[in-house]
């Protein structure tokens, strides 16, 4: 049980990282405040996706 929960966390990881990414990337492509917001929200993403890493490699 306890490897199909890491292994689903994993996966959710993963997702929220190229979700971030992508926010990041197609945020680039808008000009104005709601292509800023794009980008800060893909950056908020991956530090959170750093975050979680950092937290379980200590």
């Known amino acids: 049980m306890e490897y199909r929960v890491k292994r689903l966390l994993g ?4 997702a929220l990282f190229l979700l971030s990414c992508y926010l990041v990337l197609s945020g680039q492509r808008s000009i104005g405040y ?8 893909g950056l908020i993403g ?5 975050w979680g890493y950092n937290i379980r490699n200590r």
């Open 11 to 14: 996966i959710l990881y993963l």
């Open 34 to 41: 709601t292509g800023v917001g794009t980008m800060m929200l």
């Open 46 to 50: 991956i530090l959170l996706s750093l």
